[in-house]
């Protein structure tokens, strides 16, 4: 069966400090992998998404990179985070089509 | 490009009663999927439903079905028996048929189930 792993789970960084979320998925192949954001327990902003190693779009401009290393990791980075970083991140991962996501259980972050 | 539209930012229930939550949407898009989540307070992202455009049939799983709406553009969600583990966000999302687009979600609404 198909599992997704994102950690850490919670993470308290200073303003300035680099970031590195790491998102994997076991039992599948070549999956659609998705970067999200959720502010305040409000709605869910998309960062970035992958259909492939390598291949990585970008939906918001901002001080945020994702990576995608191997066919089943995603990574998440910045080199300084500021204060609007804080947030809770979430990864998700379909299969290629019009499939719905799972979802990882997240990480929140919060920078001080 | 596509919108997802929840109008209501919360409800609330009696426990065993039936909520309706709305949505809309706005796409030029034939063909495309719609779907419900569910963040409880742990805020793991559950699926709740799926519906195929295509389909007239209303997609149903136990206790939660929608009403799906196709020329109105409207995928509302019913809740019947609501449970105290109902208590959530629940976003609507909606995802175009054609390559891997990413989904497009709602803001969210905030169900509180009161016993």
């Known amino acids: 069966s198909q599992t997704i792993h994102q950690w850490p789970a919670t993470l308290v960084q200073p303003v300035g400090s680099p970031l590195s979320l790491e998102c994997t998925v076991e039992?599948?192949?070549?999956?659609?992998l998705y970067w999200y954001r959720q502010a305040a327990g409000r709605g869910l902003q998309l960062l970035f998404y992958?259909?492939?190693?390598?291949?990585i779009s970008s939906e918001v401009p901002q001080n945020l990179s994702a990576s995608r290393p191997q066919d089943r990791q995603f990574i998440l980075s910045s080199k300084k985070l500021l204060l609007s970083d804080s947030g809770f991140y979430l990864c998700?991962?379909?299969?290629?089509?019009?499939?719905?996501?799972?979802f990882g259980s997240g990480t929140r972050l919060t920078v001080v | 490009a596509q919108t997802v539209t929840q109008s209501q930012p919360e409800m609330s229930v009696q426990e065993a009663e039936t909520v309706t939550l709305s949505c809309t949407y706005d796409?030029?898009?034939?063909?495309?999927?719609l779907f419900w989540y569910k963040q409880p307070p742990s805020r793991q992202m559950i699926l709740v439903i799926r519906?195929?455009?295509?389909?007239?049939q209303n997609a149903t799983e136990n206790r939660f079905s929608v009403n799906f709406q196709k020329a109105a553009k409207s995928f509302s969600l019913k809740i019947s028996d609501s449970q105290l583990g109902d208590t959530a966000m629940y976003f609507c999302?909606?995802?175009?048929?054609?390559?891997?687009?990413?989904?497009?979600f709602g803001k969210g609404t905030r169900l509180s189930v009161i016993a």
């Open positions: 998700a991962w379909n299969s290629q089509g019009p499939h719905g996501y799972t």
């Open positions: 039992g599948t192949s070549n999956p659609n």
């Open positions: 992958s259909v492939g190693i390598g291949q």
């Open positions: 796409t030029s898009e034939s063909n495309y999927y």
């Open positions: 519906q195929e455009a295509y389909k007239q």
């Open positions: 999302a909606f995802m175009k048929n054609s390559g891997n687009t990413p989904l497009v």
